[in-house]
Nanobody
Framework: QVQLVESGGGSVQAGGSLRLSCTVSGISFSMSDIGWYRQTPGKQRELVAAINSAGSANYARFAEGRFTISRDNAKDTVYLQMNSLKAEDTAVYYC????????????WGRGTQVTVSS
């Protein structure tokens, strides 16, 4: 059974930092691509950053220069380091992966709330 568990959310003032973690089980983690997404009420979920099995990362424009995605294959965990946070970064942050079951299927965590006060 594929499971993703996010942690590390919380409340922070503008300009502050948070590090989110996403621990994954039930798949071959080192061979999997993992993405961080976020969603605010009334808006569609949007990509924040993603990292592939080779460790290459890509970022949404709003995340470039402020957020860093990384992975630790020994811990089956992907991190999202968020610096210089802004009020508009307030959202529920989710991680996602894909697995063959038997066709390719998306798996999501339950999310972690990030609140940035100005």
């Amino acid at each position: 059974q594929v499971q993703l568990v996010e942690s590390g959310g919380g409340s922070v003032q503008a300009g502050g930092s948070l590090r989110l973690s996403c621990t994954v089980s039930g798949i071959s983690f080192s061979m999997s691509d993992i993405g961080w997404y976020r969603q605010t009420p009334g808006k569609q979920r949007e990509l924040v950053a993603a990292i592939n099995s080779a460790g290459s990362a890509n970022y949404a424009r709003f995340a470039e220069g402020r957020f860093t995605i990384s992975r630790d294959n020994a811990k089956d965990t992907v991190y999202l380091q968020m610096n210089s946070l802004k009020a508009e970064d307030t959202a529920v942050y989710y991680c996602k992966t894909q697995a063959l079951a038997p066709s390719w299927q998306d798996y999501w965590g339950r999310g972690t709330q990030v609140t940035v006060s100005s």
